[in-house]
Nanobody, 121 residues
Framework: QVQLVESGGGLVQAGGALRLSCAAS????????MGWYRQAPGKQRELVAQ???????NYADSVLGRFTISRNNAKNTVSLQMNSLAPEDTAVYYC???????????????WGQGTQVTVSL
């Protein structure tokens, strides 16, 4: 069974930095876009950043210039470097892959279990 496994969340003071990582465990091919979403309490899940196989990126306006997404296509990993963190960045962060060829069939919209990021004043 293929899973997306996130790591790197935690508690940090405002102005600090964290790096989130996500790896696809198991055999998976053909991921086109990988990304990070977040969901704060009482709010809808929102896109933070995404990257395709050739390195094209897309960021939410709220994180532009502070967060950087990167990817290793060969290893099916994606990372999110988060700098200048603010309390409003507090949320559960989820890794996402738009698709993957797993055990002979395509699966779509794959999600990790989420990792908590808490930014204190």
């Amino acid at each position: 069974q293929v899973q997306l496994v996130e790591s790197g969340g935690g508690l940090v003071q405002a102005g600090g930095a964290l790096r989130l990582s996500c790896a696809a465990s198991g055999s998976i091919f053909g991921i086109k876009t990988m990304g990070w979403y977040r969901q704060a309490p009482g709010k809808q899940r929102e896109l933070v950043a995404q990257i395709d196989t050739v390195g094209n990126t897309n960021y939410a306006d709220s994180v532009l210039g502070r967060f950087t997404i990167s990817r290793n296509n060969a290893k099916n990993t994606v990372s999110l470097q988060m700098n200048s963190l603010a309390p409003e960045d507090t949320a559960v962060y989820y890794c996402n892959a738009d698709r993957g060829f797993i055990l002979g069939r395509w699966e779509f919209n794959l999600w990790g279990q989420g990792t908590q990021v808490t930014v204190s004043l």
